[in-house]
Structures are given as C-alpha cells and as structure tokens.
C-alpha cells in the first residue's frame, strides 16, 4: 500500500510564502509516480489543477493563476514533491492535494490520478 501524505498547509498573510510538501510512503518500490500534480479546492469550487511534474523532471506545469509565483519541485530518492508558494494572495486560500499518476503521460483532470493526498489547508489572511 502506497500512500501520499501532504504537509506544509497553513495560516499565512498576503505576500507571505509557504512550502507543500508531498511525500509518499509504504511500498513505493512497487510503483512508480510517472506525474504528479497538485490541485486545490476552495469552499464551493471544483477540484482545480495547481501545477505538475513529471519523474524525469523534464515536463512542468503550472496553472496561470499561479505562474511566476510557485515552483513545483521533485526529489525522487525521497519520494517527495514540494510547491513552493510565494506572493500569496487570499484567492490561494484552499485545501491543497497532491496526487500521482503511474500512467504515462500528463494531465490535468484530477480524474486521471489514482492516488490521492488527504489535503493540506492553505489559509490566506489580507
């Protein structure tokens, strides 16, 4: 059993930074994660794409929303996979998720990944 456990969620003021942290765990040599996405789901809003990399690194995405102001990250020796989030505003305040696909290829539909983090809360105050 493979498991994703996000970590870094928080209360931060606009302008502020934070770093998401994704992280798999239990038998994670019986699988390979060929992408990774983070999402985020605001109170009474659809589950929407954040950003996404692929395992050789070489395929990065970011939504527009949040180009120039986070930057995806990979380390495949420790299984983890890091947002960094900087100049936040209030509009990022959302439960973040990360999720793997050990599909090839990318996307951008969180119905094309088959394993999920529990979320991690990103609170930003004015």
């Known amino acids: 059993q493979v498991q994703l456990v996000e970590s870094g969620g928080g209360l931060v003021q606009a302008g502020g930074s934070l770093r998401l942290s994704c992280a798999a765990s239990g038998r994670t040599s019986s699988l390979t994660f060929n992408f990774v996405g983070w999402f985020r789901q605001a109170p009474g809003k659809e589950r929407e794409f954040v950003s996404g990399?692929?395992?050789?690194?070489?395929?990065?995405y970011y939504a527009d929303s949040v180009k120039g102001r986070f930057t995806i990250s990979r380390d495949n020796d420790k299984n983890t996979v890091y947002l960094q989030m900087n100049s936040l505003k209030r509009e990022d305040t959302a439960v973040y998720y990360c999720?793997?696909?050990?599909?090839?290829?990318?996307?951008?539909?969180?119905?094309?990944?088959?394993?999920w983090g529990q979320g991690t809360q990103v609170t930003v105050s004015s």
């Open positions: 990399i692929s395992r050789s690194l070489g395929d990065i």
């Open positions: 999720a793997g696909r050990t599909f090839y290829g990318s996307s951008f539909s969180p119905n094309d990944y088959n394993f």
